[in-house]
């Protein structure tokens, strides 16, 4: 790591000034100006590394400036970027024929392209719509689920705050708890469909109950009901599988895919299987810019490397590793290592999962806190025993930096006499 120190000059006056000024207030105050970006690691503007263990994300599958990832968007740039859904291209063609291969929807599954998460999904919603029809109108999804911000995603996202200054939400949606017994008590002939994340990743990386996909594919076939599955941040190989569904040896009826098939390019998908690639027909959905020969082609790309790379293979092993070597830490703070592959949800003992963030942030480590009590692992599918064993030194000093200002807290507290 670099020991360049971040000196506050003008530069950096100027770009956290501009950021405050010109950007949607919607985020939060933005952490660094990164300029450069290679392999597991992105330097900021004062030329200071940060070992990259999110990713942007669960995006860049391949890390940052991988030769395949500029090579398939510096050639498809070059050839043929763009031209509507009014025609077909060789990469469009290859990479829906390939992400029906890796779902292994059979021949009869067919794939829409969108350009986000949230398009996908919105995709996935009129699919339900088009299945259940006028009489059919329940989508259920579950507590603690993220689902996206756009209006029909933020219905299917289970989170009241996140809703609240939007109301009123599209209708029929139905929020339920993530077992078995809700989802039986809550079925009937009346559910369009149901709509799951394998492991919840906005949530915490918090998986499903054991068994739970398995008897949501019985109750939904049952009633009738399409199962969804949102892979958006499970998928493109990052629990070790190409999509975590396959993990528990069902098939659903469709899913949902985004953030890391594009490996940064900015690129979403539903594929669907058996009758329910029958539902959408001429006219009932579409987006200008989904499925472009650019798009395309860096996923298909992206997906190609994954595969020829055997980084499912590498995220199953160093989602192994890094779980062994985080308990072995031994940290006061770390209560234990949920997750699957390269999607681990480190779980704190106190909920000083943003004061860890900020830590790592000046020990020149990228990790996020989707929730108080939880640090996000979601690091590169390339990542080697080099950003291993500096992963493990960075994140030993973090959790020691908390750990001790939690003490010194303590002391001080005790020292005015407040009970704890
Ligand atoms: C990130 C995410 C989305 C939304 O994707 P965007 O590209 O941000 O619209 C939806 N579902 C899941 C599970 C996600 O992780």
Known sequence: MSDAPVLPGDDSASWQEDAGRD?????????????????????????????????????????????????????????????????ATPPQLALAARLKRLAGTGPSGRVYFGNSGAEANEAAFKLARLHGGPDRTRILTLHGGFHGRTMGTLAMTAKPALQADFLPMVPGVEHIPATVAALEAAMDDRVAALVVEPIQGEAGVVEL????????????????????????????????????????????????????????FPIGALITFGAASDLFYPGTHGSTFGGNALGTAVAGAVLAEIEDAGLLDNARRRGEQLRAEICGIGSPLV????????????????PVAKAVVAAAQEHGLIVNAPNDDTIRLVPPLTIGDTEVGEFVELFTASLATVASSLLLEDAATAAKGVPA
């Open 209 to 264: 109950p054991e068994g739970y996909l398995q008897a949501a594919r019985e109750l939904t076939t049952r009633h009738g009901a399409l199962l969804i599955v949102d892979e958006i941040q499970t998928g493109a190989g990052r629990t070790g599988e190409w999509f975590a569904f396959q993990h528990a040896g069902i098939t659903p009826d469709a899913i949902t895919v985004a953030k890391g098939i594009g490996g940064g």
């Open 335 to 350: 209560a234990g290592v949920r997750g699957q592959g390269l999607l681990l949800g480190v779980a704190l003992r106190h």
């Open 23 to 87: 950007l949607v207030r919607s985020f939060g105050e933005r952490m660094a100006l990164f300029v450069r970006g290679e392999g597991s690691y992105v330097w900021d503007d004062g030329g200071r590394r940060h070992l990259d263990f999110l990713a942007g994300i669960a995006v860049d599958a391949l890390g940052h400036a991988h030769p395949a990832f500029v090579d398939a968007v510096s050639r498809q740039a070059a050839t043929l970027a763009h031209v509507s859904n009014y025609f």
